[in-house]
Antibody, heavy 123, light 109 residues
Framework: EVQLVQSGAEVRKPGESLKISCKGS????????IGWVRQMPGKGLEWMGI????????RYSPSFQGQVTISADKSISTAYLQWSSLKASDTAMYYC????????????????WGRGTLVTVSS | QSVLTQPPSVSAAPGQNVTISCSGS????????VSWYQQLPGTAPKLLIY???KRPSGIPGRFSGSKSGTSATLGITGLQTGDEADYYC??????????FGGGTKLTVL
């Protein structure tokens, strides 16, 4: 079974750093892009960025470029999302998701999704 | 402000049918495929439709998708109380970055 297992909920103070993780299993981790998606309380899905663990090629949404860092350690099939200085506005649920694709049509989609990591930033 | 436009909410009675629209542009839906995701309360999004109209294994045939031009539609027939959820459409833009709709809350009355 293809699975993405995310690290547990975190509570931090503004200005602190944080790194959350997403461990893949049940498939060849280095062959699929992993994306990160933010969902603020009561709001919709926002794409943050994506990484190809095979060569660590990383793309960021312009909205999140410079605000977060996405990385991966293929030796342990794990992708990461990190902040160097959190803000209260970073309080949200963060999902990782595997980007699957149809080689015939060129279509891409996200499946499966991790269960999410709730990040709370409060003084 | 989401790139793709969905109605904030739709509602219908159990057993009825409902459709959810997703409007985009030639920069996204018009030249790319559409996927749909279901987010049940308190859970992660789950793939419902890909390739505009294909269902992953395990997704009931009551769920269907279609695309025409720069718009897409999710259809749900024979509504059940368990279908109450937020539904999101997704596609890709001209830079091959993913874009999502703002989500539609489905209430089964």
């Amino acid at each position: 079974e293809v699975q993405l297992v995310q690290s547990g909920a975190e509570v931090r103070k503004p200005g602190e750093s944080l790194k959350i993780s997403c461990k893949g299993s049940g498939y060849i981790f280095t062959s699929y892009w992993i994306g990160w998606v933010r969902q603020m309380p009561g709001k919709g899905l926002e794409w943050m960025g994506i990484i190809y663990p095979g060569d660590s090629d990383t793309r960021y949404s312009p909205s999140f470029q410079g605000q977060v860092t996405i990385s991966a350690d293929k030796s342990i099939s794990t992708a990461y999302l990190q902040w160097s200085s959190l803000k209260a506005s970073d309080t949200a649920m963060y999902y990782c998701a595997r980007r699957d694709n149809d080689v015939l049509t060129g279509d891409k989609w996200f499946d499966p999704w991790g269960r999410g990591t709730l990040v709370t930033v409060s003084s | 402000q989401s790139v793709l436009t969905q109605p904030p909410s739709v509602s219908a009675a159990p057993g009825q049918n409902v459709t959810i629209s997703c409007s985009g542009s030639s920069s996204n839906i018009g030249n790319n495929y559409v996927s749909w995701y279901q987010q049940l309360p308190g859970t992660a999004p789950k793939l419902l439709i890909y390739d505009n109209n294909k269902r992953p294994s395990g997704i009931p045939g009551r769920f269907s998708g279609s695309k025409s031009g720069t718009s897409a539609t999710l259809g749900i027939t024979g509504l059940q109380t368990g279908d109450e959820a937020d539904y999101y459409c997704g596609s890709w833009d001209s830079t091959l970055s993913p874009v999502f709709g703002g989500g539609t809350k489905l209430t089964v009355l």
